[in-house]
């Protein structure tokens, strides 16, 4: 089966000065979806946006032909459930967030679910993926970090690519039980020259925050990529 890769541009890099802008540009450069980095000065040292700046982008993410891209929400925060049911009511598609931040994954997971959004797990570098086994069925997304969270532009942790082997085994196993498919996700430090290797290592998505919103040419990039993925 050919692998349907995603590029999911994380609009921490991006101008916040003129954000529903970039928005456009990065789309109509060729995001398959927006990674929206939620941080609270809490659970990561750092703080970005909220469910406001969230809907007010909302309209922002369609593409010419009028169709929907999905936005991504990565939440950083703790505790997690009152602000995913928020980004839910923002218009969020998918959200996903760490496990070590809520007291009750599977209760976090379902209230994603009710409210009407794909739902997914993030591990941090040093952190075990077991909890996956007790809730898969619940689960459409798992986000690896290949950083620390808290901040863009920091360096991939090539310890990464094993975690993501394992799981791209165990998610064809799911696969293979039940036929349902569950996205596998890479954030950190993904440039064009680290792409391929990460697909190698079973990754279908990559967000991708300094690599792109970096360069003038958002185009390029997302194209540069995309011939790696290729190759
Ligand atoms: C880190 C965020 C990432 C980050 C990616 O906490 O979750 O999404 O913005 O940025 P780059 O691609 O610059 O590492
Ligand atoms: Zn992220």
Known sequence: ???????APSILSADFAQLGNELRDVIQAGADWIHFD???????????????VCQALRKHAVRADGTRVPI???????????????FAQAGADLISFHPDAS????????LIKAAGCQAGLVFNPAEP????????????????????????????IPGALRKVE???RLIDTHRQQTGRDIRLEVDGGIKTDNIRSVADAGADTFVAGSAIFGQPDYRAVIDAMRAELAA
């Open 1 to 7: 089966m050919d692998k349907i890769f995603r590029i």
């Open 38 to 52: 939620v941080m609270d000065n809490h659970y990561v040292p750092n703080l970005s946006f909220g469910p406001m």
């Open 72 to 86: 991504d929400v990565h939440l950083m925060v703790q505790p997690v459930d009152a602000l995913a049911q928020a």
């Open 103 to 110: 007291a009750h994954v599977d209760r976090t997971l379902q």
């Open 166 to 168: 394992k799981l791209r």
């Open 129 to 156: 993926i077991d909890v996956l086994e007790w809730v898969i069925d619940k689960v459409d997304l798992v986000l690896v970090m290949s950083v620390n969270p808290g901040f863009g532009g920091q360096s991939f």
